[in-house]
């Protein structure tokens, strides 16, 4: 599996882009997951619903289940998010992190304006369709999915302990 972070300052097109570049790898054979970082603040599973009301009573896991979606809601108190990439995202041949500028997977900044993120943290490329100074080494690609594709399948490593889904 290669795992892959979009980084980017806030309203850069992290999301747009990440939407754009999915369909291109679904089309190039590829199972493709996602995960997205967010606030401690936010909450993914509404008040007032019944599943977080089965939290709130104490439940340890919850499992939200119609005949077109399922979602799993629980607390997990820290663990890291490798071990749940890898409990539920196994499976799959590439996986998209938006955000997760601190961890360790491979990065590729969304660069839109401001200072950018590459020699402030390790990026591989910077896609931007802007001018931009970046350190030696760091590639810069075009807004383009197809050449960001290209380049996730020549430059990101399978990540350590994963097979291809």
Sequence with gaps: MKLVAFVGHKRSGKTRFICELIPVLRA????VGTVKHVSPEVEPDAPDTDTYRHRLAGAEKVLLYSSRHGAVFWDHGGTEVSEFIGKFLGDLDIVLLEGFKGASYPKIEIYSGGEPLAGAIPVLAVVTNQKVIVPD????L???????ADFIEAE??????EGMG
């Design 28 to 31: 190039r054979g590829y199972r």
């Design 142 to 148: 075009p807004r383009d999915p197809e050449i960001v």
């Design 137 to 140: 080494g760091v590639r810069i």
């Design 156 to 161: 990101v490593p399978e990540a350590p302990g």
